[in-house]
């Protein structure tokens, strides 16, 4: 089966799974995994390979762009206490104490046939902890408008998950450092810290404004979408190719298209097709991401890995 193929036949399949993931009420993510999973077990098709440069260059920006889009800054800017409490050192004690856990938990599976090839150390454990300390909001933010929940809440839950994913890779790449030895202290770790999330903040809002401008003078909504995509990808790419953060990037500048472009520039027809078309890509990459992250799943391996799980 030739890619093309397989990735139509996968947004078949997540049609499939969200119509029945909401007839059930189970959160659509979940379904996904699950259902690539079992076809993955099952081997009844071939799906493409989930790589690094078609997570960071295709999915992530589009991802990390449309999450922003709809965040309104004086919203987030009422909370910006809460949410970048949870965002920072929220995300470093979740990273610790993961990285606890494990540590502890692998060295007691030694007493298991499997207990030497699962027992960690600290650099592969703090890794693993940055590694799965950002939080995805799409399961909790439906549950809440399941149960009316306040849409403050839904908003911090939003806002943090959002600045949690820079903030999570920015250390994920700080350990690697670490690790290979290009940082060795404590100082240099800050001082790389502050570069890289310095630079995404300053290149997203470069790009930002400048398309925000743009999208303040135009009145075609063709047009206004196609910057706005420019604004995602350019934002992450450039600064990505400095060495900064794409993440961090991307996020200042959906932000501000957002809330001094669109909301501020265009009409309100415009507007309305621009959410309609990033709230249609945000649903397509979030589909065929976490079907991908469910057919790179391994049976033995998730077996095997299961009591520390």
């Not at 206490?81 to 606890?100: D, E, F, N, S, Y």
């Not at 570069?195 to 470069?206: E, M």
């Not at 097709?273 to 469910?294: I, K, R």
């Not at 799943?297 to 998730?302: P, Q």
Request: net charge neutral.
């Amino acid at each position: 089966m030739g890619t093309e193929a397989a990735i139509l036949l996968l947004f078949v399949v997540a049609s499939a799974v969200a119509v029945v993931a909401r007839r059930l009420s189970i959160p659509y993510t979940v379904a996904l995994v699950l259902a690539g999973l079992t076809l993955g077990a099952l081997q009844l098709m071939q799906a493409p390979e989930l790589t690094r440069d078609m997570l960071f260059l295709v999915f992530l920006p589009g991802l990390i762009f449309e999450a922003a889009f709809h965040i309104r800054f004086d919203d987030l800017w009422r909370d910006r206490a809460a949410v970048l409490g949870l965002a920072i050192p929220g995300v470093i004690l979740t990273i610790a104490a993961t990285a606890l856990l494990l540590v502890s938990a692998s060295k007691g599976m030694q007493l298991l046939p499997l207990g030497p090839t699962l027992a960690l150390g600290w650099p592969l454990a703090v890794l693993f902890g940055a590694a799965v300390a950002a939080t995805d909001p799409i399961a909790v933010t439906a549950l809440f408008e399941r149960l009316g929940a306040p849409p403050r809440l839904t908003l911090l839950i939003k806002g943090e998950s959002l600045l949690n994913d820079g903030t999570a890779i920015v250390f994920f790449g700080l350990v690697m450092a670490l690790i290979g030895g290009t940082h060795t202290t404590g100082g240099q770790l800050t001082v790389e810290f502050l570069r890289v999330v310095g630079g995404g903040l300053a290149v997203g809002g470069i790009v930002g404004l400048l398309i925000a401008q743009a999208l303040r003078r135009i009145d075609d909504a063709m047009v206004a979408i196609t910057l706005t995509t420019v604004a995602a990808y350019g934002s992450f790419l450039v600064a990505d190719q400095m060495g900064f953060s794409g993440v961090i990037s991307t996020v200042t500048a959906g932000l501000i298209c957002c809330n001094y472009g669109l909301r501020h520039g265009l009409s309100p027809s415009l507007r309305v097709a621009a959410n309609t078309f990033w709230e249609y890509l945000g649903f397509a990459l979030n589909s065929l991401v976490f079907l991908l992250m469910g057919f790179e799943i391994r049976l033995d391996d998730l077996w095997a890995a299961w009591p520390l799980i």
